[in-house]
């Protein structure tokens, strides 16, 4: 829910450029503060990416929704990694018409935000007495938390832009953009194909608070599923891999390793 759909040339040039060179900064930044050990962490980069663009292409119709696993690539693989992550996942992405090339920036920095949201919350929640001997419960509030954050930053790049939030609506989904009435998403049928359509979609005319307030409805929902998810991989891992959950430790210079 909180990637940006919307094709090239909708965004304004000024916000196109600062998200390209933002991410771009905050890339080679974390590239340079790598550690030896987060080296040998490059193949599960592109583990976690390839599963990235599998689960983002499969769209879950009533909620116009697709899992991210954004947050739990940010609690495997820490910030900077998780960063390199993002912008290899929104590039191919962009590639298979999941969004335009201009956004790939600002893709990445919504999605980095989730990442390093959930690294930090999950390291944070983990400390909390009730949540330390239940890192699977720990990783799957850490994951709803992240992805609202996520969600609102998306909202904020729309703000930003001053464009129609139609643009950014979720379509087909079960909750009527422009009334926020629930209805049938399948009921033009379950499958439909066209090979020339008879004319393009209309977009919905939404205000900023309606757009909101139905990204919310339907990625809350979302969020719930995606977070039993990180839970269920997080608290397997923990018993079969640990060391997979320890981001942090490689991402610290060689020498506080050491101590």
Do not use: K
Not at 109 to 127: C, D, I, K, Q, S
Not at 191 to 200: D, Q
């Amino acid at each position: 829910m909180s990637h940006i759909h919307i094709p090239d040339g909708v965004l304004p040039l000024w916000l196109v450029v600062a998200g390209w060179l933002v991410c771009l900064g905050l890339l080679a930044l974390a590239l340079r503060r790598l550690s030896e050990p987060a080296h040998r962490r490059l193949p599960l980069v592109g583990v976690m990416a390839a599963l990235m663009v599998v689960v983002m292409t499969i769209e879950i119709a009533p909620l116009a929704y697709h899992i991210n696993l954004s947050v739990l690539a940010g609690i495997v693989l820490g910030p900077a990694l998780g960063l390199l992550t993002a912008f290899i996942v929104n590039l191919l992405l962009a590639f298979l018409g999941h969004g335009g090339i201009t956004v790939v920036g600002l893709n990445t920095l919504v999605m980095a935000t989730e990442m390093v949201a959930g690294y930090l919350l999950f390291r944070g929640l983990g400390r909390l007495p009730l949540l330390r001997p239940r890192p699977g419960l720990t990783a799957g509030i850490t994951t709803v938390l992240a992805l609202m954050l996520g969600t609102l930053a998306m909202i904020g790049v729309v703000a930003l832009a001053n464009i129609e939030p139609g643009w950014q609506a979720p379509h087909a989904a079960a909750l009527e953009p422009e009334t926020l009435q629930w209805r049938n998403p399948f009921g033009e049928g379950i499958l439909t194909w066209e090979v020339f359509p008879a004319r393009e979609e209309e977009r919905p005319h939404l205000e900023l608070g309606t757009f909101a307030r139905l990204v919310f409805i339907l990625g809350s929902i979302g969020w719930l599923l995606e977070g039993v998810i990180t839970a269920l991989v997080v608290r397997y891992l923990s018993r079969v891999r640990p060391d997979l959950l320890d981001a942090g430790r490689l991402a610290r210079p060689a020498a506080l390793q050491r101590e």
